[in-house]
């Protein structure tokens, strides 16, 4: 428990400190769907992010998700309660509106199963890309790497992305 209030102060600091700077370079926003393969259980959820970029190639950003879809491993339902997040966030920009993004960071979740409640913190680390179909929306796929003390998750993540 003192693992995942320690993940939900980082993302809280991290969120709250987006507003004071948002004259700087650019804020946004991202909704969307991830498939959480937690350890052999593929498991849906709602993604949403906010990130803040100090310059072109480093930036902040915020997660939090909560479980939509459970599976069923043997005899033992599994569904995702919720996961928070906080990372920094490496861009390399290929084109004017097309970036690809590398990040790191730590990662809380809880898992509810049949047997009872499964809580993982630990590192996590992805890559992604996202385009710009517009100046201020695009569209965004990464894939991120939690490696949690009580087991790991591969989440592959499609969403909507919004700059402020």
């Known amino acids: 428990m003192k693992s995942l209030m320690i993940a939900a102060s980082t993302a809280a600091l991290a969120l709250i400190a987006v507003p004071a700077v948002s004259q700087a370079q650019e804020v946004y926003g991202t909704v969307g769907y991830a498939n959480v393969d937690a350890d052999g259980a593929n498991l849906g959820a709602i993604q949403g992010r906010l990130g803040y970029k100090f310059n072109p190639y480093v930036g902040i950003e915020g997660e939090g998700a909560f479980g939509?879809?459970?599976?069923?491993?043997?005899?033992?339902?599994?569904?995702?309660?919720?996961?928070?997040?906080?990372?920094?966030?490496?861009?390399?920009?290929?084109?004017?509106?097309?970036?690809?993004?590398?990040?790191?960071?730590?990662?809380?979740?809880?898992?509810?199963?049949?047997?009872?409640?499964?809580?993982?913190?630990?590192?996590?680390?992805?890559?992604?890309?996202?385009?710009?179909?517009?100046?201020?929306?695009?569209?965004?796929?990464?894939?991120?790497?939690?490696?949690?003390?009580?087991?790991?998750?591969?989440?592959?993540?499609?969403?909507?992305?919004?700059?402020?």
């Open 68 to 164: 939509i879809g459970d599976d069923t491993v043997g005899a033992v339902d599994i569904e995702l309660k919720h996961q928070l997040g906080a990372y920094v966030v490496g861009f390399a920009p290929v084109a004017p509106n097309v970036d690809l993004f590398a990040r790191v960071g730590y990662s809380s979740a809880e898992f509810d199963t049949t047997l009872g409640s499964i809580d993982g913190d630990g590192v996590a680390y992805g890559v992604g890309g996202q385009y710009r179909f517009t100046d201020k929306d695009g569209v965004r796929l990464d894939w991120t790497r939690h490696d949690y003390d009580a087991g790991n998750a591969d989440v592959w993540a499609l969403a909507y992305t919004r700059k402020f």
